[in-house]
């Protein structure tokens, strides 16, 4: 009994942690913020986000997405999974050209990751490829997957290049059937063992120490001193979006009101992955 109850709390804590840190991940308008403009960088940008999911979910687990441009284009194009797209047809993949930074069912999205290296444009070709033969384009689980993360983790670990780090609120990144149990973490930098992403061990670069217990991440990043626990996400230094960046895009979207000359931000100048100072 004694076990039951404490099962039951932590549960309980985990959902109350969760939901609040949800509701204060909302407080800060993010979207269309993210994402620099077409027509002020030229360059190849690939980027990964994050947002809460709606309903009860929302309290435990993001949904993740991916968009990228090539050099020159002037749009985005994203892909993603949405399950309940199979209700309408015979495929839950989405491609589209959009916000890439768009807000998810109202919750405002969150940066994973900002490559612009000179090899963009190399690495966007391979993630066109692996997109097209995702080999769960046609089925969708929220729990424990194949869903949403499912996907965006595969491209991570078919792209090591990229340094995709998935928040231990990605649930489903961990999905994996049983012939797949061992093999590369999602970041592509490590190893992992997992048993359908109910039960799993992962040791990498990008990911520290991370133990999924029935879906739930707890995660040690060694290299970034920050943890990460179900529900909550990231406690510690954050990989990507410092604030000074963010500052310089509101100054890049005002001068662009006042028919200014655009300002290009440190962002924009920087090439390869972002990293907070």
Not at 167 to 181: H, L, N, Q, V, W
Not at 203 to 210: A, M, N, S, W
Not at 238 to 259: G, R, Y
Request: net charge negative; proline share 4%; with cysteine.
């Amino acid at each position: 009994m004694s076990y039951f109850r404490a099962s039951l709390i932590t549960v309980s804590l985990i959902l109350v942690l969760g939901f609040l840190s949800s509701c204060s991940n909302n407080q800060k308008v993010t979207s269309g913020l993210l994402a620099p403009k077409p027509e002020n960088h030229q360059g190849g940008v690939i980027q990964v986000y994050a947002a809460r999911t709606w309903g009860a979910k929302q309290a435990v687990a993001v949904h993740t997405w991916f968009s990228v441009k090539r050099s020159g284009d002037d749009h985005y194009t994203s892909y993603e999974i949405i399950g309940w797209r199979l209700r309408r047809s015979d495929t839950a993949l989405v491609v589209r050209t959009n916000k890439p930074d768009r807000d998810w069912w109202g919750h405002q999205p969150e940066l994973l990751l900002d490559y612009r290296a000179a090899d963009a444009d190399e690495l966007i070709a391979r993630i066109e490829h692996i997109v097209e033969q995702y080999r769960y384009k046609n089925e969708y689980q929220a729990y424990p997957g194949p869903n949403s993360n499912t996907f965006t983790a595969s491209i991570g670990r078919e792209v090591p290049e990229l340094g995709l780090d998935l928040p231990s609120t990605a649930i489903g990144k961990d999905y994996k059937t049983f012939s797949e149990m061992f093999g590369r973490s999602s970041s592509g930098s490590g190893v992992q063992a997992s048993f359908f992403g109910l039960l799993g061990l992962t040791l990498g670069v990008e990911e520290g120490i991370e133990l999924n217990v029935l879906g739930l991440n707890f995660e040690l990043d060694l290299f970034d001193l920050a943890i990460e626990l179900p529900g909550v996400g990231r406690i510690g230094a954050d990989v990507v979006t410092p604030e000074a960046d963010m500052k310089q895009h509101l100054f890049t979207v005002e001068a662009s009101k006042d028919n200014r000359k655009p300002v290009e931000s440190d962002n924009d100048k920087r090439q390869g992955k972002v990293t907070a100072n």
